[in-house]
C-alpha cells in the first residue's frame, strides 16, 4: 500500500496543476488518471484539438478570401482531411507528452487507472488501495445529451466524434449554440459544410453581454452559419447513416425537421463523477449532480476536496487551473483563493469572442448605474491592415468611480486582449487608468485603450 499525502483523481486542467502545485508545496503526490494520455478533455478530445482545427481552417479561409487581395497569387489548397487529423493529433501528442514531462519533474507519480474512493483516507485503483491525507476530486464533466438523442460517435456525435470524422459531412445540423457547437460549426463551415445550429433559446451564447451576441450572431450569418432560434428538439433518428433532426418552435409550437449527414449534439456538459463511489460515501451534490463544496473547495466528509467541473461555476479549464492552485494551498495550510469575478471566457472562432465580468444585462438587473466605452476596430490601423476591421471593443465602468466592472471584445485575438483588462480589474483600476496606459502602435490592444478613453472624454480615433 502506497502512502501520500495527497491524491488527486483526475489529469485534466484542474486535476494536473493540483497535484503539480502540492508538490512544489512540499507534499508527496500522486495524480490518477485512466486515459492513456494526461490532460483530461481539454487536452485530448476539446480545447486543444478543437484550436488546431481552428487554426487550420481560419489560414485555409485566409487562402480562399484574402491571400489574392495581398498579392499572393496562386491555387487555394485544397484540404487532405487525414493529414489535417494528423495534424491535430500530434498537437494532441506535444501537450499530453509534455505533461508527463512535468509530472516527472515536479515527482508526481501517475498512478494508471479509475479511481474509486472506497473510504476516506484511501483510494483503490484497481486491485491496489492506496492511502492519503488529502483526496481531491477533479475528474472533469462529459457531454450532457438530450432525451431522445442516441450519440453514437458517428452520425450523431459530440464534441468528441466531432473531432474524428471520417469524411467532412456535406450538411451538418449542431444541436445547441454555445461555446462548443459554434466553434466547431465555424470548423466545417469553413471546411465547406452547410451548417444549421439549433438553439432552444431565443438567442445565441446564453449570459454573453446581449450587444456583443447579437452582432457575433450577425457575423456568423454572414460566414455561412445558419441559426433556427427558440426551436425545442424532439430527437434524432438515424438511417442509412443519414440523420433527421426533429424540433418544435417554441413560439406556435409548430413541428419540423432537418437532415444532415452528422449531428453534433453540443447543449452542455454535466459532471462526470461516476464510479468514485462519492454516494456511499455520503459526499453531498446538487441536484445537478455537482459536488457541494465551502470556500476551502472541500466537502462535507473530512479529506475528500473537489474542484474544476465536478462544482458549481463556469466550466472552464483556467476556472478549473485556478481552483487546483487554490486548494493545493489550502492543504498546505496557506490561504488559497480565486477571484470569481474575474474569470475570463472566450469563444475562438474568427473573430474572437472574450468577455470579463458583468454585462449589461447583469449591471441594469442589479440597479448599478454604469457608463460604457466602446471602440469599432474598423478605427485599429493594425486591424484594418489585416481583413480583421469586424467588430468593437465595449468596456462596463462604475458611473460614479470609474472603475471597470467588466469588458466585452469580439474581434481579432480577443481573447489574448482581454487579460489587459483582467490584470486592471484585479487590481481595482478605473477605466482611465487603462486610458492612460501608453500602448504600442500599431497593435490590436489600442482598441482597448480606446474603448477605456471612451469612458470619459471620449476615443481619439473614432
Known amino acids: 500500500m502506497s502512502s501520500y499525502d495527497v491524491i488527486v483523481i483526475g489529469a485534466g486542467p484542474g486535476g494536473y496543476v493540483c497535484a503539480i502545485r502540492c508538490a512544489q508545496l512540499g507534499m508527496k503526490v500522486a495524480c490518477v488518471e485512466g486515459r492513456e494520455t494526461l490532460g483530461g478533455t481539454c487536452l485530448n478530445v476539446g480545447c486543444i484539438p478543437s484550436k ?4 487550420a481552417t481560419h489560414l485555409l479561409h485566409e487562402a480562399e478570401h484574402n491571400f489574392g487581395t495581398m498579392g499572393l497569387k496562386g491555387k487555394a489548397p485544397s484540404v487532405d482531411w487525414k493529414q489535417m487529423l494528423a495534424y491535430k493529433n500530434d498537437t494532441i501528442a506535444q501537450n499530453t507528452g509534455g505533461i508527463e514531462f512535468l509530472f516527472k519533474k515536479n515527482k508526481v507519480d501517475w498512478i494508471k487507472g479509475w479511481a474509486t474512493i472506497p473510504q476516506a483516507g484511501k483510494v483503490k485503483v484497481g486491485d491496489d488501495v492506496h492511502e492519503a491525507k488529502h483526496i481531491v476530486v477533479a475528474t472533469g464533466s462529459e457531454a450532457a445529451i438530450l432525451p431522445g438523442v442516441e450519440v453514437d460517435e458517428k452520425t450523431v456525435v459530440t464534441s468528441t466524434g466531432a473531432l474524428e470524422l471520417g469524411k467532412i459531412p456535406k450538411t451538418l445540423v449542431v444541436i445547441g449554440a454555445g461555446v462548443i457547437g459554434l466553434e466547431l460549426g465555424s470548423v466545417y463551415a469553413r471546411l465547406g459544410a452547410d451548417v444549421t445550429v439549433v438553439e432552444y433559446l431565443d438567442g ?109 461555476g463556469p466550466m472552464l479549464a483556467h476556472k478549473a487551473e ?35 465580468g458583468e454585462t449589461e444585462e447583469t449591471l441594469k438587473e442589479q440597479g448599478r448605474a454604469y457608463k460604457v466605452g466602446k471602440f469599432p476596430f474598423m478605427g485599429n490601423a493594425r486591424a484594418k491592415a489585416n481583413f480583421a476591421g469586424e467588430g468593437f471593443v465595449k468596456i462596463l465602468a462604475d458611473k460614479e468611480t470609474d472603475r471597470i466592472l467588466g469588458a466585452h471584445i469580439i474581434g481579432p485575438m480577443a481573447g489574448d486582449l482581454i487579460h489587459e483588462i483582467c490584470v486592471a480589474m484585479e487590481f481595482g483600476a478605473a477605466a482611465e487608468d487603462l486610458a492612460r496606459t501608453c500602448h504600442a502602435h500599431p497593435t490590436y490592444s489600442e482598441a482597448v485603450r480606446e474603448a477605456a478613453l471612451a469612458c470619459g472624454d471620449g476615443a481619439i480615433h473614432a
Open 204 to 312: 445565441i451564447t446564453p449570459g454573453m453581454d446581449a450587444e456583443i451576441a447579437r452582432q457575433f450572431q450577425k457575423m456568423l450569418t454572414k460566414q455561412g452559419l445558419k441559426f433556427i432560434l427558440g426551436a425545442a428538439v424532439q430527437g434524432v433518428a438515424v438511417k442509412s447513416s443519414k440523420a433527421t433532426v426533429t424540433y418544435k418552435l417554441r413560439k406556435d409550437d409548430s413541428e419540423h425537421a432537418l437532415k444532415a449527414d452528422t449531428v453534433l449534439v453540443a447543449t452542455g456538459r454535466k459532471p462526470f463523477t461516476e464510479g468514485l463511489g462519492l454516494d456511499a460515501l455520503g459526499v453531498d451534490v446538487t441536484d445537478r449532480g455537482q459536488v457541494k463544496t465551502d470556500r476551502k473547495y472541500a466537502t462535507n466528509v473530512a479529506g475528500i476536496y473537489a474542484i474544476g467541473d465536478t462544482i458549481t
Open 322 to 356: 485556478d481552483e487546483g492552485m487554490a486548494v493545493a494551498e489550502v492543504i498546505a495550510g496557506q490561504h488559497g483563493h480565486v477571484n470569481y469575478g474575474v474569470i475570463p471566457g472566450v469563444i475562438y472562432t474568427h473573430p474572437e469572442v472574450a468577455n470579463v
Open 52 to 55: 488546431a482545427m481552428l487554426h
